[in-house]
């Protein structure tokens, strides 16, 4: 199984927006996470598709952008336009969940779905064969920074047999907390996908942080 970093930019300098990719990508990052946040579903306020639209003018990595905002389905057209790569969104944040997934994939992008600490499992069961990538919260969205929720390595467990039980070829993502301590946990559990902000950009040299972060999921757990 393949192991994917995506460099959360929420935690990077973006006066040294440019150069902080560089480095990533030096390191080895697959894919750059965008967090873009309302004030109102969560907490907090950040990014909008004019950020996404400058970095695909410096990048051609996959753009994973995970909307943690009321009513997504509005940003649709915008996030596609703009570069997005991934349309992530929290089944909580609107109504018709389906539709919205069949409307990412007609625009292109990846579609994705956002389990929060505590939004079941089960509610995958009704649109697994509707997504491309699970996204598993593993602390509660709004902040960078905060620390993995230990329950988070059986959700993921449970999340992967999921999508394995259903052949799904369905990437699992994991964001939250993410560190060289963390993420041999998370995938030993079933997790390809690695969202990491502080871990790397908060690091003197946040290539090595990625390498290193790649080196613990070669360490069995």
């Given at each position: 199984?393949?192991?994917?970093?995506?460099?959360s930019v929420l935690s990077a300098d973006l006066g040294r927006l440019t150069e902080q990719i560089e480095r990533a990508v030096a390191g080895g990052a697959e894919w750059l996470h965008v967090d873009v946040m309302d004030g109102h579903f969560v907490p907090n306020l950040t990014f909008g598709a004019p950020l996404v639209r400058a970095l695909r003018r410096v990048t051609n990595l996959p753009l994973d952008v995970h909307l943690m905002v009321e009513r997504p389905e509005r940003y649709l057209g915008e996030f596609a336009d703009a570069g997005a790569s991934v349309f992530t969104f929290h089944p909580e944040a609107t109504?018709?969940?389906q539709r919205h997934l069949a409307t990412a994939r007609q625009l292109g992008m990846l579609a994705g779905l956002a389990?929060?600490?505590?939004?079941?499992?089960?509610?995958?069961?009704e649109v697994v064969h509707d997504v491309d990538?699970?996204?598993?919260?593993?602390?509660?969205?709004?902040?960078?920074g905060q620390s993995y929720i230990p329950q988070s390595t059986d959700k993921i467990r449970r999340s992967r047999a999921l999508l394995d039980r259903h052949e799904s070829p369905a990437l699992l993502e994991v964001d939250g907390g993410i560190t060289a301590a963390t993420i041999a946990e998370a995938w030993g559990a079933g997790a390809d996908t690695f969202v990491a902000g502080t871990a790397i950009f908060g690091s003197p040299d946040p290539a090595q942080a990625i390498r290193d972060?790649?080196?613990?999921?070669?360490?069995?757990v």
């Open positions: 199984m393949t192991v994917r970093i995506a460099p109504v018709h969940v389990l929060n600490p505590s939004t079941p499992v089960s509610l995958l069961e990538l699970v996204l598993v919260m593993s602390v509660n969205p709004g902040y960078g972060l790649k080196r613990h999921c070669a360490v069995k």
